[in-house]
């Protein structure tokens, strides 16, 4: 490719793109070209055809590469980065132990540096989405959104909203007066209006940080809004038997109680569902984040995905900031199945590659 193809490239169009082959939906068409425009795909089509048909748009050819879709990571926490090699050898609930304490450190400057470290990492790896379940860092989470802007990936922004432990300090669960956390959820929810990469999103650590009345609260307003809640559920076997010891319900169900599911839910990891649960996340249709490396580094349990697939859940795959690459990320998807349901049934296929494929980006932009 010369430079001044790079130069096109660089720009947001209008360009006639031609690789060897284009991802479609049915898979790899070889001879096919799209056009892009301010950025978005505009046609999509055999290469003769658009060429014929768009004569005046400069023309790149891209030999010996694939065009597809951009990854979308559904789950990942931009400001975790400087503790990437503290993953793998923790027991469960590392957050605990290595993620509040070090994100409760960062200042600014390294809570914007350590998110564009993320972006970038996540941009290499050919994800153009990248979903943030909300920094606990204690700096204004503009600096995330600067960081991916200025990475220039489209991010889905987490506001935190837990309020649970001020609210058992204070005992007031029925108070009427509205809690701060909900008017800096609705002020960060039009925060972003018409911001072209900062899709702004609300988020609860796990159900227990946040009061009944804010996991409802946040829930409603988020689906005015047209943005997602996001909420780590289900995830490791402490915090499901703390759920149930304290409501007599396991965390997806107290959130179906208290009327938090429903599509505007993006409901982190979900590895140990009941059947009961499935079918909760069918009927409301909520979306789960499947990830699987995070499973291999502190999970109880893989997400029964393939199941998931088949009872038409809505999901997409997360790094949970560990798998960078969007084509490694869809092959841990398969192999966690295989080792976790397909060996066991005899199931060699788990789905088939395409399903995790698809769900890589189709299934990620859905959730
Ligand atoms: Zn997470």
Redesign the pocket.
Known sequence: MNQSDRDSLAGPGPLLLVPDAVLLPEGPADGWAVTIDNGRFEAVGPADELERTHPQLPLVRLPGHLLMPGFVDA?H?LTQSFGSALAFGEPSEI?RRVWVPLEGALDEESAYTAAKLAALEAMRGGFTTVTD?GTRAGVDVDVVASAARDAGIRCVLGLVCNDAEAADDADDEDATDRPAVLEQAEKHLARYDGDPLIHPSLAVSIPEAATERTLHATARLAAEAGAVVQI?VNEHLAGVERSLVRHGLRPLEHLHSVGALGPQLLA??ATMLTPRELTLLADTGTAVSY?PV?SAWKGNAVAPATSMAERGIRFGL?T??TRGDGFRLAEAAEFAQRLAYGLATGDSSCGAGWTWLERANRGGADA
């Open positions: 789950h926490h957050f379940a780590h982190a990891h990830n995070a997360g949970d900031g």
